[in-house]
Nanobody, 124 residues
Framework: QVQLVESGGGLVQAGGSLRLSCAAS????????MGWFRRAPGKEREFVSA????????YYADSVKGRFTISRDNAKNTVYLQMNNLKPEDTAVYYC?????????????????WGQGTQVTVSS
């Protein structure tokens, strides 16, 4: 198994930036594709971004493309989500997730392990 712990959430004004981190422990981090998802109040958990095992391939939801950047440091067992130009509609609990199979997907049911989430609140 792998344990995931998110950090870096908080309250920020619209147009601001935050950097989320997700630290993994347990199994070999580089064996997992990683994803970020979010759940806004009253909504389903939705895909935000994902990154391949090596970090060579990245994917984004249309709603965050051009504003968010996913990256990973396999030596530090950490995946990051840099969020710029934040909007009030980005307010949500953000979760990182790990997938043991190599194919990166945007489907939450394809991910095997989840963190507890970190709250991001963007004020207008």
């Amino acid at each position: 198994q792998v344990q995931l712990v998110e950090s870096g959430g908080g309250l920020v004004q619209a147009g601001g930036s935050l950097r989320l981190s997700c630290a993994a422990s347990g199994r070999t981090f580089s064996n997992y594709a990683m994803g970020w998802f979010r759940r806004a109040p009253g909504k389903e958990r939705e895909f935000v971004s994902a990154i391949s095992r090596s970090g060579g391939s990245t994917y984004y939801a249309d709603s965050v493309k051009g504003r968010f950047t996913i990256s990973r440091d396999n030596a530090k067992n950490t995946v990051y989500l840099q969020m710029n130009n934040l909007k009030p509609e980005d307010t949500a609990v953000y979760y990182c997730a790990a997938r043991i199979r190599p194919l990166v997907t945007s489907l939450r049911y394809d991910y095997d392990y989840w963190g507890q989430g970190t709250q991001v609140t963007v004020s207008s």
